[in-house]
Nanobody
């Protein structure tokens, strides 16, 4: 059984910051590619950021310059630092291995 567990979501004012965490349990690993997706109300799920095993990252245009994805292999955890948050960032954020595993999500609300 492989499990990804997100945490760190919450409610913040516009311009604020949050750091999301995705911890992998079981036989999962963050050695390979990992990513963050999000889905807002009446919106399709979209990719936010991805990171490969070497630490190379890519971002959606909507978050570029504001969000940073990182990983800590020793803790088997992937992070998403979100700065300068906007109301349009409000969504459920999901962690994924980009293949077949997804977390249950953590809610981010920006007002």
């Amino acid at each position: 059984h492989v499990q990804l567990v997100e945490s760190g979501g919450g409610s913040v004012d516009a311009g604020g910051s949050l750091r999301l965490s995705c911890a992998a349990f079981g036989y999962s690993s963050i050695v390979n590619c990992m990513g963050w997706y999000r889905q807002g109300i009446e919106e399709e799920r979209e990719g936010v950021a991805v990171i490969d095993s070497d630490g190379n990252a890519a971002y959606a245009d909507s978050v570029k310059g504001r969000f940073t994805i990182s990983r800590d292999n020793a803790k088997n955890t992937v992070y998403l630092q979100m700065n300068s948050l906007k109301p349009e960032d409000t969504a459920m954020y999901y962690c994924t291995n980009l293949k077949d595993y997804w977390g249950q999500g953590t809610q981010v609300t920006v007002s």
